[in-house]
C-alpha cells in the first residue's frame, strides 16, 4: 500500500510563527479572472456533478466567473503539505494537522476577509479558529467540519452500538463471537497518535494528559507504545476512503475510525454499517480553504473561497462528505442535506471534538511537548512494524 508520509523539518512551528503573519501582505482589491484555479483538495470536495448530477458546484461558478477549475486530489494532509511545498497550485483545503504547518513553511498567504463577503456569514466558532487564524491574522475560509467516528459492521456487533475506542485498540472478542484480530483499521497518518492519546485520557489518567496534541515524553511514549499493541490487530492501515469502503464490504473488515462519508455511503447501499461517538470522545477535523502564497491566479482564488461559502455550496458540500457546513444558513431549506442534515453530521458536537491541530514543542499544556516532526518519524516506524 502506497503510503504518502513526508517528514518535516526539525524546526519548530513556534519560532516560524513569528514571521509567518508579517511574511506577506493580503490582496488589497480584486481584479479580473485570470480565466483558471487549481485546487489541492480532498477527495468528494470539489465536485462537478461527474459521479452524482445531484452534485455540482464547480460548473456554475465557472459559467459565473469563466474561471476554469482544476483539481488535485490528495489522500492525505501530509500529501497536501507536500504539493504545496512544490507549488503550482492557488489554493488548498487543509486541515488543522496541515494548515499551521503551510504558515510557519511560508506556503500560503493571509487573506483579506473584506474581499469575501460571505465571510460574516461563517460559523462565529470558526471565524477565528487557531488552526487558521496566527496572531490574529486569517490564512483561509473555513470550509467543512466533522469528526472521526467510530464505523462499524452492525452484524459483528449484533446491532449494539460498541461505547469504546477499545475494539480498535486491544485485542477482544467481539459480540459476534470472534476476535477482532485482522478485522480492524486505523488511519495511515502521524495524527492517529492523537487517537491513542485521546484513548489514553481516558483509561490512563494517570498520565495526565490535557490535551492529545500536546504530548510529553512519557505520554508520547505512552501512546506509541498503544499503537505499536494496535499494529497487531490492523488489517490494513487505510488513508483512500474508497478502498476502506471496499474493505468493510468484501474483506471482512468490521470497526474503524472513519468519517461520515464512508458512513453515508455504504447506508445509502443498505450495507449493515452504523456509526459511533465513543465513550471517550473522538479527534476530529476542520478543513480550511488557503491561499498558496505564490499563487498564479489570486482572483480567481478569491472568486472561488467567495462561492464556496455560499449556503448552496455549503449544504450540497456538506450532505456529499457527511460534513457539516462551516456556514450555518446551509442547513435549512438545502434539499440535499435536508433540516436534519446538520444535526446528523455533528452540528451540535462541536464541542465534544478534538479539531486536528499541528503538534509543536511549545504547548500551553505543559511548556514543552514533542513536535510534529517525531510524530510522523516514529509513526512510520509503528505502521512498518518496527
Excluded at 461527474?50 to 486530489?73: G, R
Excluded at 462499524?152 to 486491544?170: D, L, Q, R
Amino acid at each position: 500500500m502506497k503510503r504518502t508520509l513526508h517528514s518535516c523539518t526539525a524546526l519548530t512551528l513556534s519560532l516560524a510563527f513569528a514571521t509567518a503573519a508579517i511574511a506577506q501582505e493580503p490582496l488589497k482589491e480584486l481584479g479580473p479572472g485570470e480565466g483558471e484555479v487549481s485546487i489541492v483538495a480532498w477527495a468528494g470536495y470539489i465536485e462537478r456533478g461527474e459521479t452524482d448530477k445531484a452534485y455540482d458546484w464547480v460548473t456554475a461558478f465557472e459559467e459565473k466567473t469563466s474561471c476554469k477549475v482544476t483539481v488535485k486530489t490528495a489522500a492525505t494532509s501530509d500529501e497536501m503539505v507536500a504539493l504545496m511545498n512544490e507549488g503550482g497550485f492557488d489554493l488548498v483545503t487543509a486541515s488543522g494537522d496541515a494548515s499551521l504547518r503551510l504558515v510557519a513553511g511560508k506556503r500560503v498567504q493571509p487573506i483579506n476577509t473584506d474581499l469575501i463577503p460571505s465571510w460574516k456569514t461563517v460559523d462565529e466558532r470558526l471565524q477565528n479558529a487557531p488552526w487558521h487564524t496566527v496572531g490574529g491574522v486569517h490564512y483561509g475560509t473555513p470550509y467543512l467540519w466533522g469528526p472521526n467516528v467510530l464505523m462499524y459492521n452492525t452484524e459483528a456487533f449484533k446491532g449494539e452500538a460498541p461505547t469504546s475506542w477499545k475494539v480498535v485498540f486491544e485485542e477482544m472478542t467481539l459480540p459476534d463471537g470472534k476476535s477482532n484480530k485482522g478485522r480492524v483499521q486505523a488511519y495511515d497518518g502521524p495524527i492517529h497518535i492523537a487517537d491513542a492519546a485521546l484513548y489514553l485520557m481516558a483509561h490512563k489518567p494517570d498520565l495526565g494528559i490535557k490535551d492529545p496534541y500536546e504530548l510529553n515524553e512519557d505520554q508520547y511514549k505512552a501512546a506509541l507504545d498503544l499503537l505499536r499493541g494496535q499494529r497487531a490487530l490492523v488489517g490494513r492501515y487505510w488513508h483512500d476512503a474508497m478502498i476502506q469502503i471496499d474493505d468493510f464490504k468484501n474483506e471482512g473488515v468490521v470497526a474503524s475510525g472513519s468519517w461520515p462519508f464512508q458512513v453515508n455511503l455504504m447506508k445509502a447501499e443498505n450495507q449493515p454499517i452504523a456509526s459511533t461517538f465513543p465513550e471517550e470522545g473522538v479527534t476530529g477535523w476542520s478543513d480550511t480553504t488557503m491561499l498558496h502564497a505564490e499563487s498564479q491566479h489570486p482572483n480567481c482564488a478569491y472568486m472561488w473561497m467567495e462561492h464556496s461559502l455560499s449556503p448552496k455550496v455549503q449544504g450540497d458540500a456538506a450532505a456529499w462528505f457527511g460534513a457539516v457546513p462551516s456556514v450555518p444558513a446551509a442547513c435549512k431549506g438545502n434539499a440535499l442535506l435536508t433540516d436534519e442534515g446538520c444535526s446528523t453530521n455533528g452540528f451540535d458536537n462541536f464541542e465534544k471534538i478534538r479539531f486536528w491541530r499541528t503538534p509543536t514543542t511549545k504547548c500551553e499544556s505543559q511548556g514543552e511537548c514533542v513536535p510534529y516532526h517525531r510524530w510522523v518519524s516514529d509513526y512510520i516506524g509503528v505502521i512498518g512494524g518496527r
